[in-house]
């Protein structure tokens, strides 16, 4: 197919309004203050650069802050290119089915050498950017090679989740997170591994915990690695599940945090008063009480992102 229409979706160019109040600064440490004008200039050149090179193309492009996008982005485009970090492709995310590919730019990359230079002081970590295959270095290059058709895009998997029996609109490209909404109490419930023609394993894992985990091969280098996860092949279609923190397991724990397949499903039965289920960290949330269901698995459309080259070739345990 070819692109000739673009949509650029961008993270605000304003990254930090709480910096001023009445013209004075709020932000006393001169170093932190310099670090955070400094990524607000290198994200503001980044966009001004990626829009001076779309001039160049032979392509229809319109530009939309992601606070901006309301609905699902479809026939009107070809392609989407967020320019901003993981989180802005994560916005978009939201937004986009199977039919419209997405190229992720990551206007400030992380410096290890200011890392390493400011560490007694603060971490100045910038953005990672794994989901994003350019940068302002290379994305003439990584347009010209998807505008020529020299690259295609991958199918990342997504989770879908149904709550009492009712499929939620949002799919989660990272992760979901199920837990009470207050971190310090603790979260009852109960799971089982459903395969799709009705079979269930014959054990129901019981859990008092602080809630449950589950990610998609993109998101197993985020929440789920730092949480003791493992790392899975990118283009995997499995999911990933564990148990945050749980409270005397017993011989069941070895039961608390695995992978489970396409065509089956984990669905979980909820004990707790009061419970949310986290899309995607923060971008969408659902309230559950006492006594719903919900169903998870990888029944979701895929979401076709451009990646950089190696990127599906990570090696693990899984």
Not at 18 to 39: A, C, M, P, W
Not at 136 to 141: D, I, K, L, P, T
Not at 209 to 223: D, H, K, N, Q
Not at 244 to 258: C, D, F, N, V
Request: glycine share 6%; with cysteine.
């Amino acid at each position: 197919m070819a692109i000739r229409k673009l949509l650029l979706l961008l993270k605000p160019i304003d990254l930090y309004p709480f910096l001023e109040t009445d013209g004075v600064s709020l932000i006393k440490n001169h170093q932190v203050l310099q670090y955070l004008e400094s990524r607000c200039k290198v994200h503001r050149d980044a966009i001004n650069f990626c829009q001076e090179i779309l001039n160049k193309k032979p392509v229809e492009w319109k530009p939309i802050s992601r606070n901006d996008l309301s609905h699902s982005i479809r026939d009107d485009v070809d392609m989407v290119i967020t320019v901003g970090g993981d989180g802005t492709l994560l916005h978009a995310s939201h937004f986009i089915d199977d039919s419209v590919p997405v190229l992720g730019v990551n206007s400030d990359p992380t410096q290890a050498h200011e890392v390493e230079e400011l560490s007694d002081q603060f971490d100045a970590s910038r953005s990672t950017g794994h989901l994003c295959a350019a940068t302002v270095e290379n994305f003439e290059q990584v347009l010209d090679d998807i505008l020529l058709g020299r690259v295609v895009p991958s199918k990342v998997s997504r989770i879908s989740v149904k709550l009492n029996s009712e499929p939620l609109l949002s799919h989660a490209l990272n992760d979901i997170l199920i837990a009470h909404p207050c971190p310090a109490a603790v979260s009852k419930f109960s799971f089982k591994i459903k395969k799709n023609n009705g079979d269930a394993s014959p054990k129901t894992v019981n859990c008092r915990s602080s809630g449950l985990r589950v990610c998609t091969p993109a998101g197993s280098t985020a929440a789920m690695l730092s949480a003791g996860g493992f790392v899975m092949p990118m283009l995997s279609p499995d999911l990933q599940f564990m148990v945050r923190e749980p409270i005397s397991p017993g011989p069941t724990l070895a039961q608390m945090h695995s992978a489970f397949k396409p065509g089956q499903t984990l669905d979980v039965n909820w004990y707790s008063d009061h419970g949310t289920i986290y899309i995607d960290g923060c971008q969408v949330n659902y309230n559950v009480q006492l006594g719903d269901t919900i169903e998870i698995s990888s029944d979701a459309p895929v979401l076709n992102v451009f990646l950089s080259q190696g990127f599906t070739q990570i090696r693990s345990r899984y």
